[in-house]
């Protein structure tokens, strides 16, 4: 079966480009680059939304951890994004669509002034290399298990195959292959449980799941840690960091800018987080079925369940649905940073006609996570860790900057600074908890918890409650932001 996954994935990789090349004819400035031009209906808008999170870590990393430490591991994935996704759609969408903004640090310079803009940008860039490297490293040792392919040149392949057709067609190409994309991955995911259930219920589905969960564990049936207050804490922390970290990423408000009206982008946040907490627990789902194998699972629990069940021709969709969803989030991925280093940083210093410029910052940030992909392990593993970066610096003055008319300009910044600066030192540290030292065995503390906590407090110093304003909403706010037929 190897050359016939072979010539699929082959097919596969030409329809991807042939959709870029249809993309790249609707890209004629750098709106249409980053945000699509704001036309995105919802049809695509949830699907890429949906696409952006929904990668190797939903598909392979819940499961594993799912399997090993029971239901409490889907608080990071699939529980955090998926109500990111919802809250997102009742907070966030309107009121940051209407702003017409390119990116998340447009709106800092325009609450905070300039140099807001700049270190959020310095935030936020760095935050996204790791994901990315992850990805080309997962994809890539899918190559080397299937097709013996060296992991070296794996991860080459992968980076050209993702940037080329970001490059080509921006937040257009992007959005014409998640549609794809995420469509695959969910057909090989309802694929894969039926056939689970079906064999280990003996030919009844239902009663495939009622077998997983009458011989799983009780406690690896809690949602929630009850054994302990600082297990509680910690499982509160991991549930905050991945639900508020991810409501400040570009590569989710990015969707929202490029959705065609305030509803759309409303409506597709909705869509997308109810999508994703359904599905999301397959993977989590399947990761309890594993348990009811007779044997230990060595590798990855979905792919160890594909080989288990999966006749050979059903199994190509499947790892041509695992295929897609580590590409869809690799371009996600790129763009979203890419874009912020265009418009925000580069842009400051050069002369570069603005699509050239956003093209050449896609390449850049692409070509950085290569390195940072062949630089080991422990090097990204690291920096992967560094999306809690934007909940402890950029949550806070986005919240506020969104509802409320800042008198004090450095409000934000002294936010961004002291949140993110308690988060670096304790990791550089080694501290786990906030002032492991001297509260870790008394009063352990979730470093993200008090890091976001501090933040507050920095931007509360600058701008008092009893001194803020709310922000003004327009009468077009208050009335359908649809245009009016004539």
């Not at 090349?21 to 980053?34: F, L, M, N, R, T």
Request: with cysteine; glycine share 8%.
């Amino acid at each position: 079966m190897k050359w016939t996954l072979g010539i699929v994935i082959a097919v596969y990789v030409i329809v991807m480009y042939i959709l870029a090349v249809v993309a790249q004819g609707k890209v004629e400035s750098s709106e249409d680059y980053i945000v699509a031009g704001r036309k995105l209906p919802l049809s695509l808008a949830w699907m890429t939304l949906l696409a952006t999170w929904f990668g190797a870590g939903t598909l392979l990393t819940a499961a594993d951890e799912v399997n090993a430490e029971g239901l409490q591991a889907a608080a990071l994935d699939p529980l955090g994004p998926g109500f990111c996704l919802l809250l997102a759609g009742m907070f966030f969408a309107g009121p940051l669509w209407r702003m017409k903004l390119l990116t998340l640090p447009d709106l800092y310079r325009r609450k905070y002034g300039s140099f807001a803009e700049i270190v959020s940008s310095l935030i936020m860039i760095p935050s996204y290399f790791g994901w990315i490297a992850a990805q080309y490293i997962a994809l890539a040792k899918m190559l080397e298990l299937y097709f013996g392919l060296d992991l070296t040149i794996g991860i080459a392949a992968v980076a050209i195959v993702g940037t080329g057709y970001t490059v080509a067609g921006g937040m257009w190409s992007v959005t014409l292959t998640d549609a794809v994309q995420i469509s695959l991955v969910l057909l090989g995911l309802i694929v894969l449980t039926a056939v689970v259930l079906w064999e280990i219920g003996e030919g009844r589905l239902i009663a495939g799941y009622a077998r997983v969960l009458a011989e799983t564990p009780g406690e690896h049936l809690q949602w929630i840690p009850q054994h302990s207050v600082s297990a509680f804490w910690q499982w509160a922390a991991v549930l905050m960091v991945a639900t508020l970290g991810n409501l400040p990423g570009q590569d989710l408000m990015q969707r929202v800018f490029a959705a065609k009206s305030a509803r759309v982008a409303q409506a597709a946040c909705f869509i997308a987080g109810g999508a994703y907490l359904t599905f999301g627990l397959i993977p989590v789902g399947l990761g309890l079925a594993a348990n009811l194998l007779p044997h230990d699972i060595e590798a990855s629990v979905l792919p160890t369940l594909a080989a288990a069940f999966l006749s050979p021709p059903v199994a190509i969709i499947f790892v041509l649905a695992l295929m897609s969803a580590v590409l869809s989030t690799i371009d996600s991925a790129i763009i979203a940073p890419s874009s912020v280093l265009a418009q925000n940083l580069l842009s400051r210093w050069t002369r570069v006609e603005p699509l050239l410029l956003n093209r050449i910052a896609t390449l850049i940030v692409a070509t950085g996570a290569l390195i940072m992909a062949y630089s080991g392990e422990t090097a990204y593993g690291l920096l992967e860790t560094a999306y809690a970066m934007t909940l402890v610096g950029l949550f806070v003055p986005l919240t506020l900057g969104i509802y409320t008319e800042p008198r004090n300009r450095w409000s934000g910044v002294a936010s961004m600074l002291a949140g993110t600066g308690v988060w670096v030192l304790h990791q550089a540290w080694g501290y786990e908890a906030f002032l492991e030292p001297w509260l870790g065995e008394t009063f352990p503390i979730p470093l993200e918890i008090a890091a976001t906590a501090i933040s507050l407090l920095a931007y509360l110093c600058f701008e008092p409650p009893w001194r803020m304003q709310w922000a003004k909403r327009e009468a077009e706010e208050l009335i359908s932001d649809e245009p009016t037929p004539k």
